[in-house]
């Protein structure tokens, strides 16, 4: 059985790439949120081994989110997935805990690597 991952993306379109992406490579889908309050309860309930987490969502964003799972799993693994020109709410991500970062559109080698890297 492939690593389970959790998608976070407000766009359902994006959770779709992201999920065809990982499931042709040997990747468990067991989850998608369309924003971080929904991400922090499924995280909680499925347990996954990976999370790739939108920065930019409504009702709480991917770093407040980030944030949240890390204070009960501070072993969390979360890739944060950003447009172009977000550099700084990257580095705010990363410093809150996040493992990586990829940037939409969504190259799926760059994707592989990162979750690779990650779970790693």
Wanted: charged share 30%.
């Amino acid at each position: 059985m492939g690593k389970k991952v959790l998608i976070v993306d407000d766009a359902a379109f994006m959770r779709m790439m992201i999920k065809d992406i990982l499931s042709k490579n040997g990747y468990d889908v067991v989850g998608e949120a369309e924003n971080g309050m929904v991400a922090v309860e499924k995280y909680r309930d499925l347990k996954p081994d990976l999370v790739t987490m939108d920065i930019t969502m409504p009702e709480m964003d991917g770093i407040a989110a980030v944030k949240e799972i890390r204070s009960f799993d501070s072993s969390a693994r979360i890739i944060m997935c950003s447009a172009m020109g977000q550099q700084a709410m990257v580095i705010d991500a990363i410093q809150a805990g996040a493992k990586d970062f990829i940037v939409k559109p969504f190259q799926p080698e760059r994707v592989i690597e990162a979750v690779g890297k990650a779970l790693d």
